[in-house]
């Protein structure tokens, strides 16, 4: 009993006493992960609030489906921008640079089969992009458990084994190393007797990118298992440039076609023939890119997930705060009062250079609207996250409507483009499109939510 009585106390000391020092007050579990609202770079802040939703003017069209509306949206960060050709060559890169390199290590596992490790000296050729060896001295036990217990499922591309990203890839084929390295990188690229003027051209078909989500919505209305509600996409990341041809009967756009995504003179314009399951997985990526800097930092916190605006926040980012607007910049006009074109759009019939454009301008052209966007009305119209109903606008909620019916493969796009006409360059007017399906005057910009609540007092 003795015993006891003195183990008691001792428990009773420490829980008392504490390690905390809050002399057994609440005060809350505080986060050792650093966190502040960085504005991602390229982006603006828009503040959030209500507006008045829908048609407010004229319906010319008789679409009769923008019915108006009073709703409030949460504050968010938006590209200022459409995404351009230089920022999704940045996506189509990582994942060309991802295939290749996962190739060169499954290569140089199997070229090494037989030898023997302690005899090998440092490695060599193809042996450079062998999988990542992890550090098993210094792991810890997580680590261990997860090298030991994952790091070998898979097969081919669908392993989860570390890829090496520290030595450079070759790409110049007289600089290729070893037969093993030859053979991966031939296999990378179209054969020559397909390849237009013996040009070595890597196969796009490769650029898959496969990314996994959690189906949120569906989950909380089950409430089943987790793992029922994990999917997996694979996506081909590299955009139609046929779509400058298959748009356009009888009209010469092979220029286009040929250059517009490739050339250096078009980095800046906005990227088109991209689907809208192709600008998901861009923002997938985009997020994962920040993240893995985040971690890099140990003591950063996550960032929110990029993704595709809905349309009522890209209605409301459009109006740049200015309620009852027709068009980004304000009044009723295409054009300033000095007579020049606020927009790129088509103005006259069969006259798509009148505003000193004749396909897509570069992407931060033209004013921005209050909110500091470019091109919230012309240039290439945007994939929302929102799909299309006629009656969506009775069916949505007046908090962040979004009508995101799964099954329904048609798509809303805002903000009309270079060859549309005035009526689809104004802040409510609505079209949709398929989500498999790439134009060349469709493209898209990204969103991120603002967490928490900046009030001024």
Same mark, same amino acid.
């Given at each position: 009993?003795?015993?006891?009585?003195?183990?008691?106390?001792?428990?009773?000391?420490?829980?008392?006493?504490?390690?905390?020092?809050?002399?057994? $007050?609440?005060?809350?579990?505080?986060?050792?992960?650093?966190? +502040?609202?960085?504005?991602?770079?390229?982006?603006?802040?828009?503040?959030?609030?209500? +507006?008045?939703?829908?048609?407010?003017?004229? @319906?010319?069209?008789?679409?009769?489906?923008?019915?108006?509306?009073?709703?409030?949206?949460?504050?968010?960060? %938006?590209?200022?921008?459409?995404?351009?050709?230089? $920022?999704?060559?940045?996506?189509? +890169?990582?994942?060309?640079?991802?295939?290749?390199?996962?190739?060169?290590?499954?290569?140089?596992?199997?070229?090494?089969?037989?030898?023997?490790?302690?005899?090998?000296?440092?490695?060599?050729?193809?042996?450079?992009?062998?999988? &990542?060896?992890? @550090?098993?001295?210094?792991?810890?036990?997580?680590?261990?458990? %997860?090298?030991?217990?994952?790091?070998?499922?898979?097969?081919?591309?669908?392993?989860?084994?570390?890829?090496? /990203?520290?030595?450079?890839?070759?790409? $110049?084929?007289?600089?290729?190393?070893?037969?093993?390295?030859?053979?991966? %990188?031939?296999?990378?690229?179209?054969?020559?007797?397909?390849?237009?003027?013996?040009?070595?051209?890597?196969?796009?078909?490769?650029?898959?990118?496969?990314?996994? /989500?959690?189906?949120?919505?569906?989950? &909380?209305?089950?409430?089943?298992?987790?793992? @029922? +509600?994990?999917?997996?996409?694979?996506?081909?990341?590299?955009? @139609?440039?046929?779509? /400058?041809?298959?748009?356009?009967?009888y009209s010469y756009n092979d220029p286009m076609h040929q250059e517009y995504f490739a050339h250096k003179a078009y980095e800046n314009y906005p990227v088109v023939g991209v689907t809208w399951n192709q600008a998901k997985a861009f923002c997938h990526w985009r997020t994962q890119t920040k993240n893995n800097f985040q971690r890099s930092k140990r003591k950063l916190g996550l960032v929110p997930s990029f993704r595709l605006p809905t349309e009522a926040e890209w209605e409301y980012a459009a109006r740049g705060g200015l309620d009852y607007a027709k068009y980004p910049w304000g009044g009723p006009s295409t054009t300033s009062d000095r007579g020049c074109f606020l927009a790129n759009f088509k103005p006259v019939r069969g006259d798509y250079a009148a505003d000193g454009a004749l396909y897509t301008v570069e992407a931060m052209s033209y004013n921005p609207n209050e909110y500091g966007l470019f091109n919230m009305a012309g240039n290439v119209s945007e994939w929302t996250n929102t799909a299309y109903n006629q009656m969506s606008y009775y069916m949505g909620s007046t908090m962040n409507p979004n009508v995101e019916i799964k099954e329904n493969r048609r798509k809303i796009i805002r903000g009309g483009s270079w060859k549309d006409v005035a009526y689809f360059l104004e802040v409510s007017s609505r079209d949709w499109e398929y989500a498999d399906t790439a134009r060349s005057y469709i493209g898209f910009r990204t969103v991120q939510d603002y967490l928490g609540t900046n009030k001024s007092n």
């Open positions: 009993m003795k015993k006891i009585a003195i183990l008691a106390l001792l428990m009773s000391i420490i829980y008392s006493c504490g390690s905390s020092g809050d002399r057994g $007050e609440l005060v809350g579990v505080k986060s050792t992960r650093k966190w +502040f609202a960085e504005k991602p770079y390229g982006m603006a802040k828009i503040p959030g609030g209500s +507006f008045t939703m829908g048609k407010q003017d004229e @319906d010319p069209m008789g679409a009769m489906n923008a019915p108006t509306k009073t709703v409030t949206v949460q504050p968010f960060y %938006m590209d200022e921008t459409e995404i351009t050709n230089s $920022e999704y060559k940045a996506f189509v +890169f990582w994942v060309r640079d991802s295939v290749t390199r996962t190739k060169l290590a499954y290569q140089a596992e199997f070229a090494s089969m037989g030898d023997d490790p302690a005899a090998s000296g440092r490695p060599d050729g193809i042996q450079l992009y062998a999988f &990542a060896s992890k @550090d098993t001295v210094n792991e810890s036990a997580y680590e261990k458990y %997860m090298r030991e217990n994952y790091y070998e499922l898979g097969e081919g591309l669908d392993s989860i084994k570390p890829l090496n /990203w520290q030595e450079d890839i070759i790409w $110049e084929a007289s600089e290729y190393p070893d037969a093993d390295y030859v053979e991966v %990188m031939d296999s990378l690229y179209i054969k020559k007797d397909e390849a237009l003027n013996g040009i070595r051209t890597f196969n796009t078909k490769l650029l898959n990118y496969r990314y996994y /989500w959690f189906d949120n919505e569906a989950a &909380a209305k089950t409430g089943k298992n987790r793992r @029922d +509600f994990l999917k997996n996409e694979v996506i081909n990341v590299y955009p @139609d440039t046929t779509v /400058w041809i298959k748009d356009f009967n």
